[in-house]
């Protein structure tokens, strides 16, 4: 399905143009060794990240739905990992964290063909971010890896006091766009907060599907790679 008709592309940045679970695991191995953890009998730096990564994304689907704050999410999602090693994580230096919190925005590993799709895109369309992560660690990450300039306008969640799939945030990043939702199409890899969040307020949207998961049925259309998109657009 091709989306000629469109003028307006909104994409989601962590999981989709930046990176997470790679930047996160050039992080987190690198504290790793930094905060000895293999003397706290976690003998594997890969077991670590694996159990991180999965503790993450159930953090962050329940602040995508309001049901924690952003101090509890960056406090659950090691707190939960630590415990599942045998850790009580109260012992654990809080440095370690402000760490994280330090060095992963400013990784710049994005998905393949990254640059070379905005590029294309922003030639011939107005192309927006709609974004769940943090203010200042989004600002940290489009810097570095120079991304800014592809965007037309950029809307945070933490910002705008909405979170995807909220309705709220795709209203405000349409008005904000001074475009239609017609017009609109919604780019990420959240099958709830970007896909089923556009699609509930009307709006097109593509599932992007790097690990090629099982597409559910109401998802009408999903790519694996970005550059794929230069062929729909």
Same mark, same amino acid.
């Given at each position: ?5 469109? +003028? ?13 679970? &790679?930047?996160?695991?050039?992080? =987190?191995?690198? =504290? ?7 003397? =706290?009998?976690?003998e ?8 991180y990564?999965?503790?993450? $994304?159930?953090?962050?689907? =329940?602040?995508?739905?309001? +049901? ?6 960056? /406090? ?41 799709? %905005?590029?294309?895109?922003? #030639?011939?369309?107005?192309?927006? %971010? ?11 990450? @489009?810097?570095?890896c120079? %991304?800014? &300039?592809?965007?037309?306008s !950029?809307? !945070? ?29 919604? *780019? ?10 556009? $699609?509930?307020?009307? @709006? ?6 790097? +690990?090629?998961?099982? /597409?559910? %049925?109401? /998802?009408? $259309?999903? *790519?694996?790679?970005l550059? #794929?998109?230069r $062929?729909?657009?």
């Amino acid at each position: 399905m091709r989306h000629t008709d469109k +003028k307006d592309i909104f994409f989601d940045l962590d999981h989709t143009i930046w990176d997470f679970e &790679k930047n996160a695991s050039e992080t =987190l191995m690198e =504290l790793f060794d930094t905060y000895r953890f293999h003397h =706290l009998g976690i003998e594997s730096p890969t077991a670590f990240i694996d159990t991180y990564n999965r503790n993450n $994304q159930r953090s962050w689907a =329940l602040y995508h739905h309001g +049901k924690i704050t952003k101090a509890e999410l960056r /406090v659950a999602r090691f707190a939960d990992t630590f415990r599942e090693f045998g850790i009580d994580p109260k012992w654990f230096p809080t440095a370690f964290e402000e760490d994280y919190l330090r060095l992963c925005p400013q990784k710049t590993n994005l998905f393949p063909n990254a640059h070379e799709t %905005l590029g294309y895109l922003r #030639e011939k369309y107005a192309v927006h %971010l709609i974004s769940n992560g943090f203010g200042d660690a989004a600002e940290v990450k @489009m810097t570095r890896c120079g %991304l800014k &300039k592809y965007f037309t306008s !950029i809307v !945070i969640s933490e910002v705008v006091g909405y979170h995807k799939p909220h309705p709220e945030i795709f209203h405000y990043a349409i008005d904000n766009a001074k475009t239609t939702i017609t017009a609109s199409v919604m *780019i990420g890899d959240s099958l709830d907060a970007d896909v089923r969040g556009a $699609q509930n307020v009307g @709006m097109d949207a593509i599932y992007f599907n790097p +690990k090629d998961a099982d /597409v559910p %049925l109401d /998802v009408k $259309q999903s *790519i694996n790679t970005l550059d #794929e998109l230069r $062929q729909l657009f």
